[in-house]
């Protein structure tokens, strides 16, 4: 079966042309001509780019700890750190893509377990501030600050990093002994995240950061609807360090305010996205990022509905590039989504009322659950349509036909997403584990929500 799969990606590899037309590395052998743009099928192409983006956090990791690197340019360029810098979040969703490895038969289930196990074993011996690692690590396992102040613990990257682990577990956890060996020293990492901490000193709220030099400076309250939502989950669900519902309701729900949505495009964005700025929904990773693990079918609180959320914010993402109110080249059914990611300008926040011209791809990608039809219409686009933007590691991170720019550069938090929330589309893996985890489930009773995956005695 894996032969199939890489001879899947070896053919559709041979429509890819590297920058400067030079063709990957995938692409040798192959032949060098163009089918037409229904010579391969949803599934195959499905198949190729799971693949391809699964690579990223497999081939692509960081040797030492095995965890994913922060970003991978092809162009070997790297103005401001070096390659090797290690990512916590972006490892958690890299953590979910191996599983996907594994379902998919790119990878063994040994050869996952053992990957798994040089990356516990370094998770367990990193710096750690109150048991939340930093959003940066050298493979030393010691802290790389992320900004002056930014050098010690990151409840929001850790909270990826867990959500990932806790997936693992439930995957290895009635398996043999070493893999319960594994599973077993999850639940310790886990416990160990003193997530009732960063409330500094009992507000209601969660804060971002702590430093032990530096303490609360970065001074970042985590409130209104954006990505975090699973950290709340988690830090409700902590079975040694869990906060008060208060928490979540006045911090992260703003005393309900959280729930005074808008209209765009002729859909409800359900939940206020616009707390912090004037743009009328947030970049689609909010969409991702929280939902790796977290199941929105069938989830909602006294807030909201999340299925809803999540469908039209995507939907109106989608409207939008259809409309290119900017008259923006390229814009249309089958280019569309915008997230935070490389620009013209740097890294940037694009979203509709934030629109720079640029294309990301992993907006759309990590969309299919919520706009299959759309999702694959791009899809099919990225691998038929076009010669330079898709790489060893799938698509660039992002590009502009109205500037007529790209980059060969990956970033983890981008290319994680893809995989596994293709996989959720295809056959909901990572939401079936990790909403089974019994933590997690009582975590989300304790904060109101219904699911039906919660268990009555949870």
């Known amino acids: 079966m894996r032969l199939v799969l890489i001879s899947i990606v070896l053919a559709v590899a041979s429509l890819v042309m590297g920058c400067n037309g030079q063709k990957s590395k995938k692409d040798k052998g192959s032949a060098d001509t163009t089918p037409d743009k229904e010579a391969y099928s949803d599934e195959e192409l499905l ?39 290690i990512t916590t979040g972006g490892s958690g969703f890299g ?21 798994y196990e040089r990356i516990v074993d370094f998770l367990e011996k990193a710096d750690r501030f109150h048991g939340a690692w930093p959003h940066w690590l050298l493979p030393s396992g010691k802290v790389s600050p992320f900004s002056r102040k930014d050098n010690g613990g990151d409840l929001v990257e850790t909270a990826f990093l867990v959500q990932g682990l806790l997936a693992v577990k439930e995957y290895f956890k009635d398996g043999n002994e070493r893999e319960q060996k594994l599973a077993e020293k999850i639940q310790q990492l886990w416990e160990g995240v003193e997530w009732d901490w960063y409330t500094k000193n009992g507000e209601d709220v969660l804060y971002w950061h702590w430093s032990p030099e530096y303490k609360w400076e970065m001074n970042f309250p985590v409130g209104g609807y954006n990505e975090c939502l699973i950290m709340y989950v988690l830090a409700a669900a902590s079975p040694t360090h869990s906060i008060n519902k208060s928490v979540y309701e006045k911090g992260w729900a703003l005393d309900g305010a959280i729930a005074k949505d808008t209209t765009y495009y002729g859909l409800e964005t359900e939940l206020n996205h616009y707390e912090h700025d004037n743009a009328p929904v947030g970049p689609l990773f909010w969409a991702h990022y929280s939902y790796l693990g977290l199941d929105p079918k069938g989830l909602t609180d006294q807030f909201g509905d999340y299925w809803k959320l999540n469908t039209n914010h995507a939907m109106i993402h989608y409207k939008y590039a259809v409309d290119n109110p900017k008259g923006y080249e390229g814009y249309g059914e089958n280019c569309w989504g915008l997230t ?35 999702s694959m219409q791009f899809l099919r686009y990225m691998y038929t349509e076009q010669d330079s933007l898709v790489g060893d590691y799938g698509p660039y991170d992002a590009f502009s036909l109205e500037d007529k720019w790209f980059l060969p550069r990956y970033l983890a938090i981008d290319q994680g997403p893809i995989p596994v929330m293709i996989e959720n589309y295809r056959s909901g893996l990572l939401w079936k584990l990790f909403m089974a985890n019994e933590d997690v489930q009582k975590g ?6 219904e699911s039906p995956y919660m268990d009555e005695d949870a």
């Open 47 to 85: 198949d190729s780019v799971q693949y391809q983006t699964f690579n990223y956090f497999w081939d692509g990791a960081e040797p030492v700890s095995g965890l994913a690197r922060e970003r991978f340019h092809m162009d070997n360029v790297y103005p401001n750190h070096d390659k090797d810098i």
């Open 95 to 115: 953590l979910m893509a191996i599983l996907v490895g594994v379902e998919r038969n790119f990878i063994t289930r040994e050869q996952a377990l053992e990957r």
């Open 340 to 374: 935070s990611s490389y620009s013209i300008n740097g890294y940037a926040g694009h979203r509709p009322g934030m629109d720079l011209g640029v294309i990301s791809p992993t907006a759309a990608l990590s969309s299919m659950p919520y706009t299959p039809k759309e």
């Open 444 to 449: 989300l009773k304790k904060l109101g929500f």
